[in-house]
């Protein structure tokens, strides 16, 4: 069970202090008698629903909140939390305007969200497997925020923008497949494909997923793909293999990385999707010449295999 729902009730609001680093997060498990009056803050909210339902209330409009809601509220906006007939348990990271622009990558990650869940908004992550995700980050995002370890705030910024990733793609993931309570399903395994390429993948598993026989399940992402999922994979991998060429020039330990157990099965698949074999591959896309994994051990340039 989430330690959020061993926390203590609350009938209020947590009251906020953001630290000198500029970020704090906490988890809230509101009571039955939870009451929150319309509150002005002067720090940016980002809000998750881990459990219950109730609304976000702001300038007379009401933005529904259930489990794997997912809210973003500006600085100077008038709001309260409602619940519903079940209380909701909230996490929130509330921190300065400021706190992302020192980091170009996380400054990225912030703008992302923002682009994708407007001020004073909610979104929805649909699949549980992401909420879990988002979820388990707050534990020790808050752990890093109320302690004294060494380089605490470079840990806190680094837990605060895999949750900025966690959200984007949560609320970003793919609709693949038809319409429905299926084809979410079809979606969500998906989803969980494009995160496990690179290991044996089992397609009685993504039927499971999907909550189709195997046969149903191959058919219909055949249909809406226009390959079969070995196909996919293969794909999915070549491509992950030819990013990873690129920055290591290593060609075993690319292949094994991509999920190609067996190196010759590996050049083979390159070829066939490249035209060329890794290292011809390397060679054409580098301004440098060869690259240390292309030279022999006397420093001589090795043979195109």
């Known amino acids: ?178 319409s429905g309570p299926k084809g979410r399903r079809f979606a969500e395994s998906v989803d969980w494909l494009d995160d496990h390429y690179t290991r044996n993948v089992s397609i009685h598993t993504l039927a499971e997923i999907a909550g189709v026989s195997y046969r149903s399940y191959t058919a219909a992402f055949r249909d809406h793909f226009g390959m079969t999922v070995t196909q996919y994979v293969t794909k999915c991998r070549i491509d992950f293999a030819k990013s990873r060429l690129l920055q290591t020039g290593d060609i075993p330990g690319t292949a094994f990385e991509a999920g190609f157990n067996d190196l010759s099965h590996f050049y083979r698949k390159f070829r066939d999707s490249c035209g060329m074999t890794p290292k011809r591959f390397i060679r054409s896309r580098s301004d440098n010449g060869p690259r240390e994994s292309e030279r022999g051990s006397n420093g001589s340039v090795l043979s195109e295999a």
């Open 1 to 178: 069970m989430p330690r959020s729902l061993d926390l203590p009730l609350r009938n209020g609001p947590v009251t906020v202090v953001i630290p000198e680093f500029g970020l704090t997060a906490f988890t809230s498990r509101h009571g039955p008698q939870f009451e929150m009056a319309k509150t002005v803050a002067d720090y940016q909210k980002v809000g998750f629903v881990h459990s219950g339902s109730g609304r976000l209330v702001r300038a007379g409009e009401e933005r529904p909140l259930l489990r794997g809601s997912v809210v973003r509220i500006a600085p100077g906006t008038p709001h309260f939390f409602a619940d519903g007939p079940k209380p909701m348990v909230l996490s929130m990271i509330c921190f300065e305007s400021s706190y992302f622009d020192d980091s170009d990558v996380a400054k990225a990650a912030w703008a992302r969200l923002r682009e994708i869940l407007p001020a004073d908004a909610a979104g929805q992550i649909p699949f549980e497997r992401d909420q879990v995700r988002v979820a388990d980050i707050f534990e020790p995002l808050i752990f890093e925020v109320g302690g004294r370890r060494e380089l605490r705030d470079a840990a806190v910024l680094g837990h605060a923008v895999e949750l900025l990733v966690l959200l984007c793609r949560g609320l970003t993931v793919s609709a693949a497949g038809p």
